[in-house]
């Protein structure tokens, strides 16, 4: 997501990695876990206003798939989801926010890339969307393919994985565009539909949130093609393993949670389970909360009080949304989807 191609991209990684050695080399003698327990509240990074992944309502209540890991997290440390202090950071932003301290992780729809989890100081905690890149334009413009988007301008996001993956489609298939990008998702969408470019590249689930936002919605269509392949994810600084681990298995407790058949609704009748591997994710047998500085129950309390991620899902993005998505590549691995955890054993 970038105007003049390729530079600003390795601008971002060249700038953040300066920061990332004096972050490693605090982090490692802290423990952010005990920090947050004193502080009383999780600090996490999100998106300011992306629909079904992070967004405030009007009186500042937020919701979506990143935030309900987010609660989820404070749940297992609190036993209260509501110990969240939303930061909202721009794509610009987050990765220096991260590494500064200003947040204990991102929940923010990062795309999973070497350079970011090799250069900057951070570590990704693992997948929880399964996202693509494409194009969105004007119906009016006649175009059904992104292959004949030659001399188009394509409007993105400064900061973003975008634009890299523009400038690497329209060469990989001998095309010539013109790249022009803005500070946020807001800006990016009202320079889109204002006019100032002929089509919209992001994310495709996010192109299907942000034609919301046109005047006509009707009036634009999402391109077939999908440009690259986007595993959106948290992120938490190198060098408290405890706090990676942490983060990491509250997502895989999600996903295990919906693999094993225990919600939100049965939560409380599954813990009289005989199933050796409920009992054991449930905290009924086995300490396995421990090694991650949290109780026994730290699953039961993701589950009670945010619920699984396929109830996430439905709730923030699928059927159950104004959005409508379909699971696709975010179903489980036992239903045709990418989504496998490892166990709680």
């Not at 060469?171 to 990008?181: A, F």
């Not at 049965?266 to 991650?292: H, I, K, W, Y």
């Amino acid at each position: 997501m970038g105007t003049a191609g390729i530079a600003p991209v390795f601008a971002l990684a060249a700038a953040v990695a300066i920061a990332a050695p004096a972050a490693m080399a605090t982090s490692a003698k802290d423990d952010l876990l005990a920090r947050v327990k004193a502080r009383g509240a999780v600090r996490c990074g999100v998106a300011p206003s992306l629909p079904g992944f992070s967004m405030p309502d009007g009186r500042g209540n937020w919701t979506g798939l990143d935030v309900d890991l987010c609660r989820a997290i404070a749940a297992t440390i609190f036993d209260d989801p509501a110990r969240v202090s939303f930061v909202p950071l721009s794509s610009q932003d987050r990765f220096t926010a991260l590494q500064t301290g200003e947040v204990d992780l991102l929940s923010r729809s990062s795309t999973w890339s070497m350079t970011r989890d090799t250069a900057l100081g951070l570590r990704f905690a693992g997948i929880n969307f399964y996202g693509g890149e494409g194009f969105m334009v004007r119906k009016a413009l006649g175009i059904a393919s992104a292959g004949q988007l030659g001399g188009a301008t394509v409007c993105t996001e400064q900061g973003t994985t975008t634009e890299l993956n523009v400038a690497d489609f329209f060469r990989r298939h001998g095309l010539v565009s013109e790249i022009v990008t803005y500070r946020g998702s807001d800006e990016t969408i009202d320079a889109y539909g204002a006019g100032r470019c002929d089509a919209y590249a992001y994310d495709r689930a996010g192109l299907a949130i942000q034609r919301m936002k046109l005047a006509a919605p009707q009036d634009h269509v999402i391109l077939p093609e999908t440009i690259s392949k986007e595993p959106l994810g948290p992120v938490v600084r190198q060098g408290d393993e405890r706090w990676f681990g942490l983060v990491k298995w509250v997502l895989f407790a999600m996903l295990d949670a919906e693999e094993l058949g225990v919600g939100h609704a049965n939560v409380e009748t599954m813990l009289a389970s005989e199933r050796p591997d409920v009992r054991r994710f449930l905290g009924v047998e086995g300490d396995f909360g421990s090694p991650l500085g949290l109780p026994r129950d730290w699953a039961y309390r993701v589950v009670r009080h945010v619920g699984n991620y396929g109830e996430s899902f439905e709730r923030n993005l699928g059927k159950g949304s104004a959005l409508g998505i379909e699971r696709g590549l975010n179903a489980l691995w036992t239903k045709g989807g990418l989504h496998y955890a490892p166990p709680v054993r």
